[in-house]
């Protein structure tokens, strides 16, 4: 997998990204940590690690994927979280599917799949958006809002995404659906963050999520 890059948005992660950096230290593919300026704890926290690093532009957790996609020269890339709760070890099959894909899914509602920090909730609310793609956009997915993705770096660049904040998880979707990209979906365990604060509010940027899909409906 060395022509795959692990895209990884991290901010305020000093305890989480350590640990999730030393657990894919031997995967042979490349690492970029994209943060804000002002995160020093995080940066110092990562020194001696095998990875480079981007200070995003813009503030918020989009940008930091459009900023990396723009970055990032090797043929694959994956966008992994920061705060461990994605496992590594799902990253070899959603390779192999992505040689004839231009994108690969994670998805935590599939067979031998399942999740350590979805609440009531936000698995009814990901239920919820996740149809709405299904009926307004015919996306085949049934986690619209899980960001374990793994696609070809150039199609992601087409995809010309905009969207600065959470926005962005169905912004992806919804694009590959307008360029008729192909993409198939992948069993995925999502584990629960090994350290520090959430940074998901699921009432404000569940709202957020929700005008953005009806704003997309109106335009498509």
């Known amino acids: 997998m060395n022509d795959l890059t692990l895209l990884i948005p991290a901010k305020n992660e000093s305890e989480s990204l350590p ?5 894919i230290k031997n ?21 001696g690690f095998d990875c480079d690093v981007l200070i995003q532009k813009n503030k918020g957790y989009g940008s930091a994927i459009i900023e990396g996609i723009n970055k990032i020269n090797t043929k694959y890339l994956c966008i992994f979280n920061a705060d461990g709760s994605f496992d590594p070890k799902e990253l070899e099959n959603m390779y192999i599917k992505g040689k004839s894909n231009d994108f690969v899914f994670g998805s935590r509602y599939e067979k031998d799949a399942g999740s350590d920090d979805d609440t009531f909730l936000t ?37 010309k995404l905009l969207e600065k904040d959470f926005r962005i998880c169905t912004e992806i979707p919804i694009n590959i659906i307008k360029n008729k990209f192909s993409y198939t ?12 604060v959430k940074k998901v509010n699921e009432f404000k940027d569940g709202f957020k999520i929700l005008m953005y899909i009806i704003i997309r409906i109106f335009k498509n």
């Open 19 to 23: 640990i999730v950096l030393e657990e």
């Open 27 to 47: 995967y042979q593919l490349k690492k970029l940590v994209v943060m804000e300026e002002e995160d020093k704890i995080t940066f110092n926290s990562i020194k």
């Open 123 to 159: 698995l009814i609310g990901n239920k919820f958006f996740s149809l709405f793609g299904k009926i307004f956009f015919k996306l085949k997915l049934n986690d619209i809002l899980y960001t374990y993705v793994l696609g070809r770096t150039a199609s992601f660049n087409n995809l």
């Open 185 to 196: 979906h992948n069993s995925s365990h999502e584990r629960s963050r090994l350290k520090g």
